[in-house]
C-alpha cells in the first residue's frame, strides 16, 4: 500500500485495503472463534519514514462495535443430511438437526393440535415443548441455548408470544441433567387454539447462530431407539 493519500479518510483507506480473509488451510477444515471486540484485538501498521534517518514506527487500528465484521458461511451437506436444502428438507421422524452457523434449523407442525377444541370451556394452563438431545460428543459440543419461532399470516418467521411477555421465561437453555431442553410455549398454543395465530408450526433454530456453529442432534417424535425421550408436546389444561 503504497497511496500516499490512504489515511486522509476512511474512504481512501477502504478504496485501497478491502480487509483481511482468514482462513483454515486444514484439509478438513476448523473452525475458530474471534473475539474482535476484546481490548487485545487491533490491527497494528508498521512503517518507515523516508530519509537516511528514518524511524520505523507503527500505528493502531483499534476495533470496536462501530467497525464493519461479518461472518460468510457456505455449507455441504453429507450423510444423513446429505441432498437437504431450503427446498428439500428432510424427515425429522427419527433425527433433527439443528445447528449454528445459519445452518440446519427443524420445523415442528402439530396436526392434531385443533382437536383439543372439541373440549368445552377449555383453557390451557400450559404447553410444554420438550426435545431431547440425541448423544453428547465432547468433540462436537451441543448448543447451549435453541430458539423457536413461528410463521405470520405472511409466511414471514417472527418471535413467538411467549418471547415477548414480561416476566415470562420461554427456555430453551440445555439442561445436562436429563439431556433435554424445555419450551414453554403456552400462549402460542393458546393463541392457535383461539384462532388467532394460523397453525403452521414452528421452527427452532440456534440462538446465536451467526457467531456458533455448534450442533445438537435431537430426538425426533417418532424414534424408535428410545420412544420414552421422543419429541413431545405436553398440555395441561382445565375445563
Known amino acids: 500500500m503504497s497511496n500516499d493519500g490512504l489515511l486522509e479518510d476512511n474512504t481512501s483507506f477502504l478504496e485501497e485495503f478491502k480487509g483481511l480473509h ?40 483499534f476495533i470496536n462495535s462501530n467497525c464493519a465484521r461479518f461472518n460468510r458461511y457456505t455449507h455441504s451437506f453429507s450423510n444423513e443430511l446429505s441432498g437437504l436444502s431450503a427446498n428439500n428438507p428432510i424427515d425429522g421422524d427419527e433425527n433433527c438437526y439443528v445447528q449454528g452457523g445459519a445452518s440446519v434449523k427443524t420445523k415442528v407442525e402439530f396436526p392434531n393440535l385443533m382437536d383439543f377444541n372439541e373440549i368445552e370451556g377449555r383453557t390451557i394452563n400450559k404447553a410444554e415443548l420438550i426435545i431431547a438431545n440425541k448423544a453428547l460428543d465432547a468433540r462436537f459440543p451441543v448448543l447451549d441455548n435453541l430458539y423457536v419461532l413461528m410463521t405470520d399470516e405472511d409466511g414471514n418467521e417472527d418471535d413467538l408470544p411467549d418471547a415477548l411477555t414480561f416476566n415470562h421465561e420461554i427456555g430453551g437453555t440445555f439442561n445436562s441433567s436429563d439431556e433435554m431442553y424445555h419450551f414453554n410455549i ?31 442432534i435431537l430426538v425426533g417424535p417418532n424414534s424408535f431407539q428410545d420412544p420414552e425421550k421422543n419429541m413431545s408436546l405436553v398440555l395441561t389444561f382445565s375445563n
Do not use: C, M
Not at 518507515?48 to 520505523?56: F, I, N, P
Not at 384462532?195 to 456453529?213: F, Q, R, S, W
Open 186 to 216: 403456552t400462549r402460542y398454543i393458546q393463541a392457535v387454539l383461539n384462532g388467532e395465530l394460523p397453525n403452521d408450526g414452528i421452527t427452532i433454530i440456534a440462538k446465536h447462530a451467526g457467531v456458533l456453529v455448534n450442533t445438537s
Open 22 to 61: 482468514l482462513l483454515s488451510t486444514s484439509i478438513d477444515g476448523a473452525v475458530i472463534p474471534l473475539d474482535l471486540l476484546n481490548g487485545d484485538s487491533k490491527l497494528t501498521l508498521y512503517y518507515h519514514e523516508l530519509g537516511e534517518d528514518a524511524d520505523t514506527l507503527n500505528f493502531t487500528f
